[in-house]
């Protein structure tokens, strides 16, 4: 079915064990035996505390700025956006704990059939093996019904179990036990966290004046059988044959905008109330009621490629892929396990997916695990559209209306303009002000534009009014009033963005100086006309109409117009700069062909062709290595309608940026002394929009049924896509070619179809189909909501 991860032995790091969460609370559980590790995260414990005020920038500071970049005198205004307009780093994602446990197995030498899982299918990590002729299981799972871990360890027969267990943390802490059913971790978060790319010698602070945050988790266990007592601060269990653990937490993060909560009673209250209310429940009421939660998102989608079951281990499977043997159904699982990485770490009333999901290891994790807006955040919720899971758009929609709020203020503070900005770092405080180090990557106030751009989408998918009146619009507004202030008409009578970085590039200026800022990067230029035609296109759905609605499409006909290499190549600047690296991992001058569509094959195809150029030139001298950059590029190429690259590039995600336990892995850059590689979940929930987009694309207004098909994948099916226009479609392809799709119209919609070859729609409803051929492979049909329809080929 490839919906399991599973290994024949225990997890020997981070990158080998397998991840839990509800988004709340995450885990990595490594499968030990006899004994176990479970690594603790909370989504919202994080170093430090609110900020105070932001800094006064003076006006005539920026202007300065700006005049210098409009006279060509881009490295004195990167130098002076260095010393004036950068600022304090950001917090920083802490873990929460560690749960330990020990099995007394006396001869463990007799252990045999060990095995642990992920059964994607229902969300729960187990291990099973047998010793001295028992059968041991524990299976751990998160819930998102009932916000709590649950692991629960079993021996069948007439065995029993003798365990020690315990709590620890890599934080100032202390673990109480206040009965032999309960133990307590209290922690203390440090009041700041200096990044890892930071040389510092006291890098992890605690300051008594200025606390951070605590946390508690509490642990309540309950034993079938055998008894219980305390030795040492631990908990020793003898003669059980069953335990359940049931582990809760709770923080002083109340919103980015309160004080926290430090008192350690409150804390506790939360945690012991969370636990008891979970009493009226068994334990397989418990795993029933978390299962059909999850299932509830899981199963609205389903893909395979016909491929037979495989019964290999999935690190050998990975090892035999990368060796250059062909495992298609690794492919499915990894799809699989992307769309259970995402349901994991967002959900309703969590934070939104960070750099690493939700699972962390170190007080000091790399850039912060935080959230990265000029790529990464976005990219991470690519895929909750057309991978069927708006469920989990709710904690980006809140987290970018807090930085709608809170960048107000580094808009009129620092740059002088209306609206809000947010640069490109963001932590639980919601930081929207440039961060320390280099120009090239923290100053740039586009972070906002794009995150507004990504919510649009799912407006797009949803056609719901009311969410884009009144939680989208005000947000879309802000973002393009600030879009409006910012921009400086230059001496061509264009209108531009001064002074502008694109994410982590370099060019050479006509002195052969190094630069980072310019005017008018193609990302910016991108952004912006994004962000206005949605705007405009907001305004009509909602039927309003005001001076701001004129002036934005004023303002949008004198951005300045895309530009060409003498490659033919898109430009990434004003000017065809030099770059220093023309192999970069960032594709940021192609953000308005992909993820945006102010670039695209019907209205521009000249352009189109460009963006193709510069992808060739990218990966001609060295590009697309590194997993998130991978997962772009499946994307690029899937709208590109080039299948065969598209796989490829999945492919290289697989064989060269991938941990044993599927994590994305992501390299050291060689840019600083601390780098070190790491889990970067960016790659595997980017690459899974990627291969949906290989089946179905509807980002103009019709639905295009397999644009991106690779020769390798023959055979297979995709089932419950989600189109835009509230349309699910599911597809199935023979020997290359389209056998049959259904579409489900939720909305009522009218619905254009496309593909290759002549095709025809047919419906179960009672009315006649009334079908319109726009031409013998573009057809166009009214629909019924609730009502399906096949399509097939002629």
């Given at each position: ?68 970049t409009l006279n060509e005198q881009y490295k004195e205004a990167e130098e002076l956006t260095e010393s004036s307009l950068l600022g304090d780093y950001n917090e920083s994602y802490m873990p929460l704990g560690i749960l330990h446990y020990e099995l007394d197995h006396t001869n463990s030498d007799c252990i045999t059939d060990y095995k642990r899982c992920l059964d994607l299918e229902r ?7 047998k010793i001295n002729n028992a059968n041991v299981t524990s299976q751990v799972l998160a819930s998102y019904e009932d916000n709590v871990i649950m692991i629960k360890i079993k021996v069948d027969s007439v065995s029993r179990i003798d365990m020690t267990l315990w709590l620890d943390s890599p934080l100032q802490h202390q673990v109480t036990v206040p009965d032999a059913n309960t133990m ?611």
């Amino acid at each position: 079915m490839n919906t399991e991860l599973w290994y024949k032995s225990p997890a020997r790091s981070f990158s080998e064990a397998l991840p839990i969460g509800n988004g709340r609370l995450g885990a990595m559980v490594f499968g030990g035996i006899p004994r176990e590790k479970i690594l603790l995260n909370l989504d919202t414990f994080w170093s430090g505390c609110k900020r105070g005020d932001e800094r006064e920038i003076p006006e005539e500071t920026i202007r300065k700025i700006q005049t210098l970049t409009l006279n060509e005198q881009y490295k004195e205004a990167e130098e002076l956006t260095e010393s004036s307009l950068l600022g304090d780093y950001n917090e920083s994602y802490m873990p929460l704990g560690i749960l330990h446990y020990e099995l007394d197995h006396t001869n463990s030498d007799c252990i045999t059939d060990y095995k642990r899982c992920l059964d994607l299918e229902r969300a729960v990590h187990t291990v099973s093996y047998k010793i001295n002729n028992a059968n041991v299981t524990s299976q751990v799972l998160a819930s998102y019904e009932d916000n709590v871990i649950m692991i629960k360890i079993k021996v069948d027969s007439v065995s029993r179990i003798d365990m020690t267990l315990w709590l620890d943390s890599p934080l100032q802490h202390q673990v109480t036990v206040p009965d032999a059913n309960t133990m307590i971790l209290s922690e203390q978060a440090p009041s700041h966290v200096v990044p890892n790319y930071i040389e510092c010698d006291q890098p992890i602070r605690y300051d008594e004046d200025k606390p951070g945050m605590k946390a508690i988790c509490r642990m309540e266990i309950c034993t079938g059988g055998g008894s219980s007592y305390i030795k040492d601060g631990k908990i020793k269990i003898k003669g059980a044959t069953e335990i359940t653990m049931l582990l809760a937490a709770a923080c002083g993060y109340k919103s980015y905008f309160e004080k926290i909560e430090q008192r350690e009673e409150v804390l506790q209250k939360d945690c012991a109330k969370q636990l008891f209310g979970l009493r009226q429940y068994t334990d397989q009421q418990l795993l029933d009621r978390h299962t059909a939660d999850y299932q509830k998102l899981f199963h609205k989608m389903y893909f395979t490629l016909n491929e037979s079951r495989d019964e290999l281990s999935t690190s050998e499977r990975l090892e035999r892929l990368k060796s250059g043997e062909e495992d298609n159904g690794l492919f499915c699982l990894y799809f699989h396990y992307s769309r259970y990485l995402m349901i994991a770490s967002s959900r309703t009333g969590s934070q939104p997916v960070n750099l690493q999901g939700i699972w962390s290891d170190s007080v000091r994790p790399v850039w912060s695990c935080n959230w990265t807006i000029n790529i990464n955040t976005q990219m991470n919720y690519w895929m909750i559209g057309p991978c069927n899971l708006l469920e989990c758009h709710e904690p980006l929609m809140k987290m970018v209306k807090e930085l709608s709020i809170e960048g107000q203020k580094s808009a009129k503070s620092q740059l002088h303009c209306k609206g809000w900005v947010a640069n490109h770092n963001i932590d639980i405080w919601r930081q929207t002000s440039p961060v320390g180090g280099l120009a090239k990557y923290a100053f740039w106030p586009m972070g906002g534009v794009w995150l507004t751009n990504q919510i649009y989408d799912y407006y797009r998918f949803t056609k719901d009014t009311d969410f884009l009146r009144h939680e989208l619009w005000p947000v879309m507004l802000g973002a393009a009033r600030f879009c409006a202030d910012w921009l400086i008409e230059g001496r061509d009578g264009y209108l531009h963005t001064a002074p502008s970085t694109s994410p982590e590039n370099t060019f050479y200026d006509k002195n052969g100086t190094e630069c980072a800022v310019s005017n008018s990067t193609t990302m910016d230029i991108s952004l912006m006309k994004e962000l206005f035609m949605n705007l405009l296109k907001t305004y009509e759905v909602l039927g309003e109409r005001d001076s701001f609605y004129d002036e934005i499409k004023t303002k949008l006909a004198k951005l300045p117009e895309y530009k060409t290499g003498k490659d033919g190549q898109l430009l990434e600047w004003i000017s065809e700069f030099q770059e220093k690296d023309s192999g970069h991992r960032h594709f940021s001058p192609l953000v308005g062909f992909h993820p945006g569509r102010v670039i695209n094959k019907r209205d521009n195809k000249e352009l189109v062709i460009a963006c193709q150029k510069l992808i060739e030139r990218r990966l001609k001298s060295g590009g697309g290595h590194i997993g998130w950059s991978c997962a772009w590029l499946i994307n690029l190429f899937a709208r590109l309608q080039d299948g065969e690259h598209a796989f490829y590039y999945l492919k290289c995600l697989l064989q060269k940026s991938t941990y044993d336990n599927l994590f994305d892995l992501h390299p050291p850059l060689g840019e600083n002394d601390g780098e070190r590689e790491v889990f970067q979940i960016d790659g595997n929930l980017g690459s899974a929009a990627g291969v949906a987009a290989m089946f179905v694309q509807s980002y103009l207004d019709e639905i295009e049924l397999l644009p991106a098909l690779p020769k390798n994948w023959t055979e297979g099916s995709m089932e419950g896509i989600l189109a835009e226009g509230g349309f699910e479609v599911s597809i199935r392809w023979k020997e290359g070619n389209l056998a049959e799709a259904f579409i489900v119209s939720n909305l009522g919609e009218k619905a254009r179809v496309r593909y290759r070859e002549p095709i025809k729609a047919e419906t179960e409803a009672e009315d006649e189909l009334q079908v319109t051929y726009i031409s013998s492979c573009i057809i166009e049909f009214p629909t019924k909501k609730g009502a399906r329809y096949t399509i097939t080929r002629k």
